[in-house]
């Protein structure tokens, strides 16, 4: 069992491939986020001083783990945000639907502050994959740099 990891990178050619853990799903999520930002930049020296809501909706589970990521990326992309922490709350199941409330905690990007990693251009479907175990989820996903 993973349980002192959060995520863990992967051997992969040209993009970044990323496996979190969780003891349940919604922790494995956060820590996908937390796994995708490190990825970026120094998560150490993000000041989680700014909460966010977020909420996503999807058809199953792989398509939630991709919108989570997506909306965090775009976030990113037009209000320069930056998340060091997460929340998810229990997911909320529909008859066609999952939905995921979640807050994120982080701050503004500043080039002084946030050094410059790799940018993630976007969440693939490729590889994508969620095994669940006795008390352990596991996220598999490539993040396209």
């Known amino acids: 069992m993973h349980r002192n990891k959060k995520f863990k990178f992967l051997e992969h050619t040209a993009d970044v491939y990323i496996a979190s853990y969780g003891k349940n799903i919604e922790e494995a999520f956060e820590n996908a986020a937390s796994a995708m930002f490190e990825v970026m930049t120094n998560t150490k020296k993000i000041n989680p001083s700014f909460e966010e809501s977020i909420t996503v909706e999807a058809k199953d589970e792989l398509a939630l783990l991709y919108n989570w ?10 209000k320069n945000m930056l998340y060091s922490k997460f929340k998810i709350f229990p997911f909320k199941k529909n008859p066609d639907s999952l939905i995921i409330e979640a807050k994120a905690w982080g701050e503004l990007f500043d080039p002084k502050k946030h050094t410059q ?4 251009k976007a969440v693939t479907y490729h590889r994508m994959e969620i095994i669940k175990k006795r008390n352990e989820v596991i996220l598999e996903f490539i993040l396209d740099i």
């Open 69 to 78: 990521l997506e909306a965090l990326l775009v976030n990113f992309e037009i």
């Open 117 to 120: 990693k790799v940018g993630v």
